[in-house]
């Protein structure tokens, strides 16, 4: 994932197909491990594919599985005003 994730920084950055060299130098710039074998086998798996390329294909994929729902938000804030006058009372007992 991080050589992904620095592959798009440069891309975001201006460089529109950054080389391998140019994704390990941000990485160990960065101060992280370079696994070689790894960063080979994204750009194996990246091809000739623009970034715009991958991300549109990425998107037709998750239409045909469905995304979910995404739920709904957790309720409740109001149990921490409850919270914080219980123990006052507690402290001036």
Same mark, same amino acid.
């Given at each position: 994932?991080k ?5 798009m920084?440069l891309v975001?950055?201006?460089n529109a197909?950054?080389a391998?060299?140019d ?6 710039d960065?101060?992280?491990?370079v696994d ?6 994204l750009?194996?798996k990246?091809g ?10 990425g998107k037709e994929?998750l239409?045909?599985i $469905?995304g979910? #729902? %995404?739920?709904g =938000? *957790? !309720? $409740?804030g109001? #149990? %921490?005003d409850? =919270? *914080? !006058?219980?123990?006052e009372?507690?402290?001036?007992a």
């Amino acid at each position: 994932m991080k050589y992904l994730a620095a592959y798009m920084l440069l891309v975001l950055g201006g460089n529109a197909t950054p080389a391998k060299d140019d994704v390990s130098k941000l990485l160990a710039d960065s101060g992280v491990d370079v696994d070689e074998k790894e960063l080979s086998f994204l750009y194996e798996k990246l091809g000739e594919k623009s970034i715009d390329e991958l991300i549109e294909e990425g998107k037709e994929k998750l239409v045909t599985i $469905g995304g979910g #729902g %995404g739920g709904g =938000a *957790a !309720a $409740g804030g109001a #149990g %921490g005003d409850a =919270a *914080a !006058a219980e123990e006052e009372e507690e402290e001036e007992a």
